[in-house]
Protein backbone atom coordinates (compact mmCIF):
# COMPACT_ATOMS: atom_id res chain seq x y z
CA UNK A 1 0.00 0.00 0.00
CA UNK A 2 1.39 3.42 -0.85
CA UNK A 3 1.52 5.66 1.84
CA UNK A 4 -0.14 9.40 1.93
CA UNK A 5 2.87 11.78 1.19
CA UNK A 6 3.04 15.17 2.24
CA UNK A 7 2.30 16.37 -1.33
CA UNK A 8 -0.44 14.59 -1.62
CA UNK A 9 -1.90 15.85 1.97
CA UNK A 10 -1.65 19.04 0.14
CA UNK A 11 -3.03 18.15 -2.82
CA UNK A 12 -6.16 16.90 -1.10
CA UNK A 13 -6.56 20.84 1.34
CA UNK A 14 -6.13 22.47 -2.18
CA UNK A 15 -9.51 20.63 -3.17
CA UNK A 16 -10.88 20.84 -0.53
CA UNK A 17 -10.56 24.84 -0.46
CA UNK A 18 -11.26 24.85 -4.27
CA UNK A 19 -14.28 22.89 -3.58
CA UNK A 20 -15.51 25.30 -1.52
CA UNK A 21 -14.76 28.60 -2.81
CA UNK A 22 -17.01 26.88 -5.68
CA UNK A 23 -20.02 25.87 -4.15
CA UNK A 24 -19.78 28.84 -1.03
CA UNK A 25 -18.77 31.87 -3.42
CA UNK A 26 -17.30 34.44 -1.14
CA UNK A 27 -18.88 38.22 -1.53
CA UNK A 28 -22.11 39.65 -2.98
CA UNK A 29 -24.12 37.55 -5.90
CA UNK A 30 -27.17 39.77 -5.36
CA UNK A 31 -28.48 42.10 -7.86
CA UNK A 32 -27.03 45.53 -8.45
CA UNK A 33 -29.01 48.57 -7.43
CA UNK A 34 -30.48 50.61 -10.63
CA UNK A 35 -28.02 53.77 -11.74
CA UNK A 36 -29.39 56.85 -9.46
CA UNK A 37 -31.34 59.06 -12.05
CA UNK A 38 -32.13 62.79 -11.36
CA UNK A 39 -35.34 63.44 -13.15
CA UNK A 40 -37.66 66.46 -12.26
CA UNK A 41 -40.77 67.40 -14.17
CA UNK A 42 -42.89 70.18 -13.72
CA UNK A 43 -47.45 70.44 -14.12
CA UNK A 44 -47.76 72.80 -16.26
CA UNK A 45 -44.65 71.91 -18.60
CA UNK A 46 -45.09 75.23 -20.91
CA UNK A 47 -46.87 78.24 -19.75
CA UNK A 48 -47.19 78.82 -16.24
CA UNK A 49 -48.97 82.74 -16.28
CA UNK A 50 -50.37 84.58 -19.70
CA UNK A 51 -51.99 87.46 -18.58
CA UNK A 52 -54.17 90.14 -20.77
CA UNK A 53 -55.30 93.55 -19.57
CA UNK A 54 -53.87 93.47 -15.92
CA UNK A 55 -54.73 96.59 -14.64
CA UNK A 56 -52.59 98.69 -11.36
CA UNK A 57 -53.92 96.74 -8.32
CA UNK A 58 -54.72 93.49 -10.06
CA UNK A 59 -52.87 90.15 -8.96
CA UNK A 60 -53.17 86.14 -10.49
CA UNK A 61 -52.37 83.40 -8.60
CA UNK A 62 -50.76 79.84 -10.85
CA UNK A 63 -49.73 76.84 -8.98
CA UNK A 64 -46.60 74.78 -10.17
CA UNK A 65 -46.37 71.28 -9.17
CA UNK A 66 -42.62 70.08 -8.80
CA UNK A 67 -42.09 66.38 -9.09
CA UNK A 68 -39.56 64.00 -8.88
CA UNK A 69 -39.54 60.70 -10.99
CA UNK A 70 -36.01 59.72 -10.36
CA UNK A 71 -34.94 57.06 -8.23
CA UNK A 72 -33.18 59.66 -6.02
CA UNK A 73 -34.11 62.07 -3.64
CA UNK A 74 -32.71 65.35 -5.11
CA UNK A 75 -32.54 69.30 -4.06
CA UNK A 76 -33.66 71.49 -6.25
CA UNK A 77 -33.93 75.45 -6.95
CA UNK A 78 -36.08 77.86 -9.14
CA UNK A 79 -34.45 81.62 -10.77
CA UNK A 80 -36.78 83.67 -13.40
CA UNK A 81 -34.83 85.79 -16.38
CA UNK A 82 -36.07 88.44 -18.38
CA UNK A 83 -36.31 87.20 -22.08
CA UNK A 84 -38.07 90.31 -24.20
CA UNK A 85 -40.16 93.12 -24.32
CA UNK A 86 -40.43 95.67 -21.77
CA UNK A 87 -37.84 95.47 -19.16
CA UNK A 88 -39.54 99.03 -17.26
CA UNK A 89 -42.92 96.58 -16.73
CA UNK A 90 -40.70 93.47 -15.91
CA UNK A 91 -38.55 96.09 -13.21
CA UNK A 92 -42.10 96.92 -11.99
CA UNK A 93 -43.70 93.78 -11.23
CA UNK A 94 -43.85 92.25 -7.89
CA UNK A 95 -43.77 88.26 -7.32
CA UNK A 96 -44.29 86.25 -4.43
CA UNK A 97 -43.35 82.46 -4.22
CA UNK A 98 -44.47 80.43 -1.70
CA UNK A 99 -44.76 76.33 -0.32
CA UNK A 100 -47.79 75.76 1.63
CA UNK A 101 -47.67 78.85 4.30
CA UNK A 102 -43.88 79.15 3.70
CA UNK A 103 -42.91 81.70 1.82
CA UNK A 104 -39.97 81.32 -0.50
CA UNK A 105 -39.49 84.50 -2.12
CA UNK A 106 -41.52 87.92 -1.94
CA UNK A 107 -40.16 90.94 -3.91
CA UNK A 108 -39.83 92.23 -7.43
CA UNK A 109 -39.76 89.80 -10.16
CA UNK A 110 -36.66 91.12 -11.90
CA UNK A 111 -35.01 90.48 -8.41
CA UNK A 112 -35.64 86.49 -7.58
CA UNK A 113 -32.25 85.19 -8.44
CA UNK A 114 -34.04 81.85 -6.87
CA UNK A 115 -35.03 80.36 -3.36
CA UNK A 116 -33.09 77.98 -0.64
CA UNK A 117 -32.60 74.77 -2.14
CA UNK A 118 -35.26 72.42 -1.36
CA UNK A 119 -34.98 68.40 -1.08
CA UNK A 120 -38.00 66.13 -2.39
CA UNK A 121 -38.14 62.62 -2.14
CA UNK A 122 -38.09 60.46 -5.30
CA UNK A 123 -41.49 59.63 -6.64
CA UNK A 124 -42.74 62.63 -4.14
CA UNK A 125 -43.98 66.09 -5.47
CA UNK A 126 -45.29 69.68 -3.76
CA UNK A 127 -46.71 72.40 -5.03
CA UNK A 128 -45.14 75.83 -5.24
CA UNK A 129 -47.69 79.40 -5.31
CA UNK A 130 -46.47 82.02 -7.81
CA UNK A 131 -48.46 85.24 -7.16
CA UNK A 132 -47.61 88.21 -9.85
CA UNK A 133 -48.80 91.54 -8.97
CA UNK A 134 -49.14 95.07 -11.04
CA UNK A 135 -48.78 97.33 -8.17
CA UNK A 136 -51.47 99.84 -7.50
CA UNK A 137 -48.95 102.88 -7.94
CA UNK A 138 -47.55 102.10 -11.21
CA UNK A 139 -48.93 105.19 -13.65
CA UNK A 140 -49.80 105.07 -17.47
CA UNK A 141 -46.71 105.06 -18.51
CA UNK A 142 -47.16 101.05 -18.36
CA UNK A 143 -50.57 100.84 -20.27
CA UNK A 144 -49.70 98.62 -23.70
CA UNK A 145 -46.48 97.58 -22.64
CA UNK A 146 -45.69 93.07 -22.39
CA UNK A 147 -42.98 91.25 -20.88
CA UNK A 148 -42.44 87.70 -21.36
CA UNK A 149 -40.62 85.97 -18.59
CA UNK A 150 -38.80 82.42 -18.21
CA UNK A 151 -38.34 80.15 -14.85
CA UNK A 152 -36.17 78.07 -14.69
CA UNK A 153 -35.45 74.84 -12.37
CA UNK A 154 -32.94 72.57 -11.48
CA UNK A 155 -31.76 69.50 -9.42
CA UNK A 156 -29.15 67.89 -7.89
CA UNK A 157 -28.39 64.91 -5.81
CA UNK A 158 -28.58 65.72 -1.81
CA UNK A 159 -25.21 66.67 -0.19
CA UNK A 160 -24.08 64.29 2.67
CA UNK A 161 -25.17 64.73 6.12
CA UNK A 162 -27.85 67.06 5.53
CA UNK A 163 -31.47 66.20 7.18
CA UNK A 164 -34.39 68.23 6.02
CA UNK A 165 -38.13 67.87 5.77
CA UNK A 166 -40.55 68.78 3.35
CA UNK A 167 -44.22 69.13 4.66
CA UNK A 168 -44.21 65.70 6.33
CA UNK A 169 -42.15 63.57 4.31
CA UNK A 170 -39.17 63.35 6.09
CA UNK A 171 -35.82 63.54 4.34
CA UNK A 172 -32.35 62.13 5.01
CA UNK A 173 -29.57 63.66 3.27
CA UNK A 174 -27.67 60.14 3.65
CA UNK A 175 -28.12 58.22 0.30
CA UNK A 176 -27.64 54.68 1.79
CA UNK A 177 -30.87 55.41 3.81
CA UNK A 178 -32.91 56.77 0.63
CA UNK A 179 -35.75 54.57 -0.54
CA UNK A 180 -36.04 50.44 -0.01
CA UNK A 181 -32.31 48.72 -0.43
CA UNK A 182 -32.47 45.85 -2.95
CA UNK A 183 -31.67 42.80 -0.64
CA UNK A 184 -28.24 41.54 -0.58
CA UNK A 185 -27.94 37.54 -1.46
CA UNK A 186 -25.20 35.44 -1.68
CA UNK A 187 -23.09 36.66 1.76
CA UNK A 188 -21.85 33.48 3.95
CA UNK A 189 -22.65 33.28 7.47
CA UNK A 190 -19.10 32.83 9.30
CA UNK A 191 -20.28 29.50 10.83
CA UNK A 192 -19.67 27.81 7.94
CA UNK A 193 -16.11 28.81 7.53
CA UNK A 194 -15.49 27.31 11.10
CA UNK A 195 -17.51 24.22 10.18
CA UNK A 196 -15.52 23.83 7.29
CA UNK A 197 -11.93 24.29 9.34
CA UNK A 198 -12.79 22.05 12.08
CA UNK A 199 -14.01 19.41 9.51
CA UNK A 200 -10.29 19.51 7.57
CA UNK A 201 -8.74 19.13 11.04
CA UNK A 202 -10.56 16.39 11.44
CA UNK A 203 -9.36 15.09 8.27
CA UNK A 204 -5.60 16.24 8.42
CA UNK A 205 -5.60 14.19 11.91
CA UNK A 206 -7.08 11.03 9.95
CA UNK A 207 -4.62 11.05 7.17
CA UNK A 208 -2.14 11.36 10.18
CA UNK A 209 -2.92 8.52 11.67
CA UNK A 210 -3.41 6.65 8.48
CA UNK A 211 -0.01 7.59 7.87
CA UNK A 212 1.67 6.53 11.13
CA UNK A 213 -0.01 2.86 11.17
CA UNK A 214 -1.21 1.74 7.60
CA UNK A 215 -2.05 -1.36 8.74
CA UNK A 216 -5.16 -0.31 10.79
CA UNK A 217 -6.94 0.75 7.91
CA UNK A 218 -6.79 -2.05 5.77
CA UNK A 219 -9.94 -4.27 5.48
CA UNK A 220 -10.46 -7.89 5.70
CA UNK A 221 -8.76 -8.45 1.71
CA UNK A 222 -5.11 -7.34 3.52
CA UNK A 223 -5.31 -10.59 5.98
CA UNK A 224 -6.02 -12.65 3.34
CA UNK A 225 -2.75 -12.08 1.54
Known sequence: MIRPTFIQLI?????????????FPTGKTGADESKPQIDLSLSPV???????????????TRTLTIQNKGNQDFMYQSGAY?????????????????????????GKLSGFNGFEKRPLAHLEEEELTYTVEFPYESGNEFQGLTTKVAFHFAA??????????????PVNGDPSSFGSALPKTGEINPIIFYLIGLALIAA????YRKKRNPFIWMTGKGRSQ
Open 11 to 23: TMYLGLVLLLFVF
Open 46 to 60: QQLFNIHNMKPGDWM
Open 82 to 106: FISGSKMLYNQLVMTVSAGDEILYE
Open 156 to 169: GMLPEKVTESVGAV
Open 204 to 207: GIVL
